[in-house]
């Protein structure tokens, strides 16, 4: 299965925990995005990188929250001293950057990990 | 205003119907527009880009219109499995619209 990736599916934790959710994107896109979705609402958007370099970051993700993408490819989502707000679906989605000038790609989005926060 | 909004739903049609979504959005300097569907407990699949001129894949039908800053989703003829959620997107912005959700029933 070439498609994105998320490890884990789920997440069960105490409030006040720390938790790291990982995403493998398609292999040759560039762009790798973070989303958190709660029920009934559409993927509200959290951060994006470009290789390695975070671009953009929403007012959604708060100083607790923080997402890396060392080495271009894979990218950790960490949530520390987790509050029961951040109960949601996390999504990730990457997309391959067309050439200067071109739009971006289709987002093709992974499986989401699931978080309860208890 | 929220950025990218769409019909509220529920859609509740019969089998055959055809249906009409609409999704605005609030930056005119958007250029990339998408529609997904999402099924319950699962993640958005695309399902059509949306053209300036307009674009047909099947029995969806995806329209623009820059000058009131919508675009559109038509079904035709739906079927039981187009029971989803579908979901408009602003690329550019990376802003989803909320939802709406479809059911159709025999």
């Known amino acids: 299965d070439t498609g994105v990736s998320q490890d884990p599916r789920h997440k069960i934790t105490k409030r006040g925990q720390n938790v790291t959710f990982r995403c493998d994107p398609i292999?040759?896109?560039?762009?790798l995005y973070w989303y958190r979705q709660t029920l009934g609402q559409g993927p509200e958007f959290l951060t994006y990188f470009q290789n390695e370099a975070q671009l953009e970051k929403s007012r959604l993700l708060s100083d607790r929250f923080s997402a890396e993408r060392p080495k271009g490819s894979f990218s950790t989502l960490e949530i520390q001293r987790t509050e029961q707000g951040d109960s949601a679906m996390y999504l990730c989605?990457?997309?391959?950057?067309?050439?200067?000038?071109?739009?971006?790609?289709?987002?093709?989005f992974g499986p989401g990990t699931r978080l309860t926060v208890l | 205003r929220k950025e990218v909004e769409q019909d509220p739903g529920p859609f509740n049609v019969p089998e055959g119907a055809t249906v009409a979504f609409n999704c605005t959005y609030s930056?005119?300097?958007?250029?990339?527009f998408f529609w997904y569907r999402q099924d319950c407990r699962k993640e958005p699949k695309l399902l059509m880009s949306v053209y300036s001129s307009g674009n047909e894949d099947g029995r969806f039908t995806a329209q623009l219109n820059r000058a009131s800053q919508y675009i559109s989703l038509l079904i035709r003829d739906s079927k039981l499995s187009d029971s989803a959620t579908y979901l408009c997107?602003?690329?550019?912005?990376?802003?989803f619209g909320a939802g709406t959700r479809l059911t159709v029933k025999p």
């Open positions: 930056n005119s300097a958007s250029q990339s």
């Open positions: 997107v602003v690329n550019d912005d990376m802003r």
């Open positions: 989605a990457s997309s391959r950057r067309r050439l200067a000038g071109g739009l971006t790609d289709t987002q093709y």
């Open positions: 292999s040759e896109h560039n762009r």
